[in-house]
C-alpha cells in the first residue's frame, strides 16, 4: 500500500511570491491533515479536510489555504510568502478525523 | 477541548539503558492516544496507538506504552535504547469527529 506522497519534496522561493504544496493520501483515506513544523514554534496545525470540506482550522493567517479534492488529494497554498514561512510543510491522512494519521515525507520550503 | 503536555523538551539516555518519555493529556472521555518518532527532516511515524482495552500496548522498534486513566497518562518506554532511537517523539490524542493534538516533542540523544 503506497504511503502519503507529498510534492515537491524541497522549494526555494523569494519573498512575496506565492506557492503551492501537493500531497496524495493513502488510498481509501478520506482525511488530510497540514502541519506547519519550525525549530521555534515545533508542530503547528493548519488545517484538516475531509471529504472536501475543512473540519478544522489553526491560527494562521489568510494566506494560508488548502483545499481538497474528490480523490482525497490535498494541495495547500501559501500567498504573499514571508521569510518566517520558512519550514517544514508535513501532510497527513488518515481514515477519519480523529483516528491514527499517516505522514508524508513533508516538503521543505525556503523563503529567500 | 483536548491537550497533550509532553514536560521533558530534552532526555539524554546511555547506550543500552532504559529509556521512558512522559505524556499527559486533558480530554473528557477516553480519548485515542498516539507515539510518533520523526527522524531529522522526516515525517512522523507512528509507533503505537491506543484505543481501548490492554492498557499496555506493544509497537515497532520494541517500544512499550501504559494508558493509565487515573492519571491522564500515556507514558512510552523501552527497555534496552540504541543509537538510532536518537530523535524525536512525540504524544497525540485524538478523539471521534476531532483532529489530533500534539505535545511539543520530546528530543532523545543516545550517547555511546
Known amino acids: 500500500k503506497a504511503g502519503v506522497t507529498q510534492t515537491p519534496r524541497y522549494l526555494i522561493k523569494t519573498r512575496g511570491q506565492q506557492v503551492t504544496l501537493s500531497c496524495s493520501p493513502i488510498?481509501?483515506?478520506?482525511?488530510v491533515s497540514w502541519y506547519q513544523q519550525t525549530p521555534g514554534q515545533g508542530l503547528q496545525f493548519l488545517f484538516e479536510y475531509f471529504s472536501e470540506t475543512q473540519r478544522n482550522k489553526g491560527n494562521f493567517p489568510g494566506r494560508f489555504s488548502g483545499r481538497q479534492f474528490s480523490n482525497s488529494r490535498s494541495e495547500m497554498n501559501v500567498s504573499t510568502l514571508e521569510l518566517g514561512d520558512s519550514a517544514l510543510y508535513l501532510c497527513?491522512?488518515?481514515?477519519?478525523?480523529?483516528?491514527?494519521?499517516?505522514f508524508g515525507q513533508g516538503t521543505r520550503l525556503t523563503v529567500v | 477541548a483536548q491537550s497533550v503536555t509532553q514536560p521533558d523538551i530534552h532526555i539524554t539516555v546511555s547506550e543500552g539503558a532504559s529509556l521512558e518519555l512522559r505524556c499527559n493529556y486533558s480530554?473528557?472521555?477516553?480519548?485515542?492516544l498516539f507515539w510518533y518518532v520523526q527522524s531529522p527532516g522526516q515525517g512522523l511515524q507512528l509507533l503505537l496507538k491506543?484505543?481501548?482495552?490492554?492498557?499496555l500496548v506493544q509497537g515497532i522498534k520494541g517500544f512499550e506504552a501504559e494508558f493509565k486513566r487515573s492519571q491522564s497518562s500515556f507514558n512510552l518506554r523501552k527497555p534496552s535504547v540504541h543509537w538510532s532511537d536518537a530523535a524525536e517523539y512525540f504524544c497525540?490524542?485524538?478523539?471521534?469527529?476531532?483532529?489530533?493534538?500534539f505535545g511539543a516533542g520530546t528530543t532523545v540523544t543516545v550517547r555511546a
Open positions: 488510498s481509501g483515506h478520506r482525511s
Open positions: 497527513a491522512s488518515s481514515v477519519r478525523v480523529g483516528t491514527e494519521a499517516f
Open positions: 480530554y473528557g472521555a477516553t480519548p485515542y
Open positions: 497525540a490524542v485524538g478523539s471521534n469527529d476531532y483532529k489530533l493534538s
Open positions: 491506543y484505543f481501548s482495552g490492554d492498557t
